[in-house]
């Protein structure tokens, strides 16, 4: 039995039907049982919040693989301890857990995500790290401004990374978790091409058949945005030390993880917009 935590999410909801397609045994955790609605319903469901032991308990008994991805929540995080600590218990032999290319480096994200990792490597339960760097699907937050204005707005200006489809994502843990040989292996995954925002708004543009117009911001005037928002403090410097990271030229990492564990190239962001070209109508 393999458990999916974050089976709604961008990776985990490819996952999900990734594996179905495979007859691979699952079991999901969802707070609202309608947002799974339309799965496979050979596909177990436990309804409920990982937060809390007790729908922790019952999701991992029985279960010999672990799929985790949990969104990063500040300091004094509880969550994913207690699932590493009832999933070593239950007798878990492996997780495959989705981190962050950042964890190498020193940023205060990379630093929580290297905790996570850390945790995991302590528990005794074999392990292999995933470490995608910035998502393709971050592009959906431009749909509204390109929907009201024709414009997208940016605070890494020039600085180039190399985003990736969260499906290839999915694909490699799809892999680690269905085949031997990934226990203890560490996977940087990226998109096939270094790209600024403003050569995605070029390519996005091309596949939509209008101009979009790419403006640059100060990292300060999207930090506050991003604050008023209601994003937390420490989510807010977060995001700020990233993107003058990338601003600087230091996100340009360029990785083949993908093609080497799944046997294909990861997606371009081309193909990427081409599949989702009607959340920008």
């Known amino acids: 039995m393999i458990l999916i935590t974050g089976a709604t999410g ?22 609202d049982e309608r947002k799974v609605s339309h799965l496979d319903a050979r596909i177990e469901r436990i309804i409920g919040n990982l937060g809390e032991r007790a729908t922790v308990q019952r999701a991992v008994q029985g279960v010999e693989r672990l799929f985790m991805v949990t969104l990063l929540t500040g300091e004094g995080d509880t969550a994913d301890p207690m699932l590493i600590e009832e999933a070593r218990r239950a007798g878990v032999r492996h997780v495959v857990k989705v981190s ?33 760097g910035s998502f393709m699907s971050n592009a959906l937050q431009w749909s509204g401004p390109i929907r009201a204005q024709g414009k997208v707005f940016t605070p890494t200006a020039e600085g180039r990374v190399a985003p990736i489809d969260p499906k290839d994502i999915a694909a490699v843990a799809a892999v680690a978790l269905t085949s031997s040989g990934h226990e203890g292996h560490i996977y940087e995954l990226t998109g096939p091409e ?6 995605q708004v070029r390519i996005l543009s091309g596949v939509l058949g209008r101009p979009i117009q790419c403006v640059d911001v100060p990292v300060t005037v ?9 994003a937390p403090e420490w989510m807010v410097e977060g995001l700020m030390e990233l993107w003058t990271a990338i601003r600087s030229g230091n996100g340009g990492i360029l990785k083949h993880d993908v093609q080497r564990v799944t046997g294909r190239p990861a997606h371009t962001f081309e193909q990427w ?4 070209r009607a959340a920008y109508s």
């Open 10 to 31: 961008n990776i985990g909801s490819e996952l999900v039907q990734q594996l179905s397609a495979q007859g691979a045994p699952l079991r999901i955790v969802t707070r």
């Open 100 to 132: 962050s290319l950042g964890t190498s480096g020193n940023s205060r994200m990379g630093r929580q995500h290297r905790e996570k990792e850390r945790l995991i490597e302590e528990s005794g339960m074999a392990w292999t790290f995933l470490r995608p």
């Open 194 to 199: 270094l790209l600024s925002a403003h050569d």
């Open 222 to 230: 999207a930090g506050e945005n991003v604050r008023k928002s209601g």
């Open 273 to 276: 917009c081409q599949e989702h």
